[in-house]
């Protein structure tokens, strides 16, 4: 992205003028955004360049399974040009047996201390990987304990390793039952997913001042939402927006995490954008980056 005065932006966290919290993109990977013909992880660190940002996530597993050529060659990228991967890692949290836990713990191990020094990685993050608060598979004060047992000691290596473990919203969960899992989690944190609350019917900025205290990382997204009483079984609708445009409260979510949030220091905000189904992602994309840059005003200088 290119602004007016000819200069991109650099959403990055670092020295001067900067902002302490690091900039990416999530998803979606619209046609276009990654040039045809791009290894795929490379094309998404190409797309980053292009418009000035920094971090995408990536599937720890993935990674890993990489041989080793491809996964330096990354690595080189990454440092060459100050980007960064956030890994995602998970496993089944609520069911897995002792043995299991442990064996998907040591992997994770295994896999964070190989790759984890090439990626750059800030944080880590998860999925609660445990079917929904509503299910009625057990209590949910036994899930939560269940999921806190597993993730007490991934959250300890991660912590250990400098990339702080984190876990998403992703419309399964109350904002309010995260926070209790990280209560009882030591060195557990929120990655929140803006958009998400409406998922599960939270009113977003209450979720948001709950969330801002654990929170160390974001998918920054907005959403057109409305219900429709008209329809049965009864529903509430949840449409793609550029961030800005949409109903999330996208301005007071950014206040409040630069007041609150435990790590600045390691505050990842990615970009998580659903095109309107009448808007040009590309377009979409724009007006999107446009709402970043006024959070964020660019000093002059600051520029890539």
């Not at 949290?93 to 295994?110: C, F, M, P, Q, V």
């Not at 929904?132 to 004060?141: A, K, N, S, T």
């Not at 609708?237 to 949030?261: F, I, Q, S, T, W």
């Not at 905000?269 to 980056?289: A, N």
Request: proline fraction near 6%.
């Amino acid at each position: 992205m290119v602004f007016d005065d000819g200069s991109s932006p650099n959403w990055s966290s670092g020295g001067g003028a900067r902002r302490p919290l690091t900039w990416g993109y999530a998803l979606v990977w619209y046609h276009g955004f990654i040039r045809q013909g791009d290894d795929s992880v490379l094309g998404k660190l190409d797309f980053l360049k292009r418009h000035g940002l920094v971090t995408t996530g990536i599937d720890l597993r993935e990674m890993a399974a990489m041989d080793e050529a491809r996964r330096d060659h990354i690595g080189e990228e990454l440092t060459k040009h100050g980007l960064q991967l956030t890994p995602h890692i998970g496993f089944n949290y609520l069911n897995a047996g002792k043995d299991e836990r442990e064996r998907e713990t040591e992997r994770i191990a295994e896999q964070l201390r190989l790759c984890l020094p090439l990626m750059r990685g800030q944080i880590v993050t998860t999925g609660m990987r445990a079917g929904h608060r509503f299910d009625r598979v057990m209590p949910l004060e036994d899930k939560l304990a269940r999921i806190s047992e597993a993730m007490a000691p991934i959250a300890a290596i991660c912590s250990e390793l400098g990339a702080p473990l984190s876990v998403e919203n992703h419309g399964d969960y109350y904002i309010a039952d995260l926070v209790q899992l990280c209560q009882a989690t030591k060195q557990l944190y929120i990655y929140l997913d803006t958009g998400n609350t409406y998922l599960i019917g939270e009113r977003p900025l209450p979720a948001f001042e709950l969330a801002a205290p654990y929170t160390i990382g974001t998918h920054f997204k907005d959403h057109i939402v409305g219900p429709r009483p008209d329809v049965y079984p009864l529903q509430f609708e949840v449409k793609g927006a550029a961030l800005g445009d949409g109903d999330v409260p996208l301005r007071e979510c950014y206040e409040l995490l630069m007041k609150h949030a435990p790590l600045k220091d390691k505050l990842v905000m990615e970009i998580e954008m659903i095109s309107p189904t009448d808007m040009d992602p590309q377009l979409c994309l724009e007006r999107s980056l446009r709402f970043i840059q006024s959070l964020e005003p660019i000093a002059k200088g600051d520029i890539i």
